[in-house]
């Protein structure tokens, strides 16, 4: 019981600490992408956001595989992982799909706002603070009678 909590806790650490470097990094290749003329070139430019991109989807797997190993070590019941993969899932399709809508129908610029803010819930603890409380109510059986 106590290496589990202790694991939690390195979880929790983790979790945090993840957070800082996802910001840290990504406020740097937008003030570098920011600079556009001033600082770099057009070709370097694109391999920032091409780097952005691969970035976002990497830390979105990262935050998914921290709500796995929380949702495991609180519940060890596997329709928590299905639930959280389905969920992550559905943010990264519901961003890839209003990408190809804005690129084909009208502007990626447009529909770039919509996408940013659905990958920035899968970058973030987000999931895992609605999936634990969720989680908990469900196992205490709340709601059904």
């Not at 998914?64 to 943010?91: C, E, P, S």
Request: one cysteine or more.
């Amino acid at each position: 019981m106590r290496k589990k909590k202790l694991f939690i806790a390195l979880l929790i650490i983790l979790t945090i600490g993840l957070g800082f470097l996802r910001d840290y990094v990504f406020v740097h290749i937008n003030e570098k992408t920011g600079q556009g003329l001033a600082g770099i070139s057009n070709h370097e430019q694109r391999e920032l956001f091409m780097l952005k991109w691969l970035l976002t989807f990497a830390f979105a797997f990262l935050y998914f595989g921290a709500a796995v190993l929380f949702l495991h070590l609180l519940f060890k019941k596997k329709k928590y992982f299905q639930l959280t993969a389905l969920i992550y899932a559905a943010l990264i399709l519901i961003s890839v799909f209003t990408g190809a809508t804005g690129y084909f129908f009208f502007s990626f610029e447009k529909a770039y706002p919509f996408i940013r803010t659905v990958m920035g819930i899968a970058q973030s603890p987000i999931v895992l603070m609605i999936l634990i409380p969720a989680c908990l109510i469900n196992e205490s059986k709340l709601f059904i009678k």
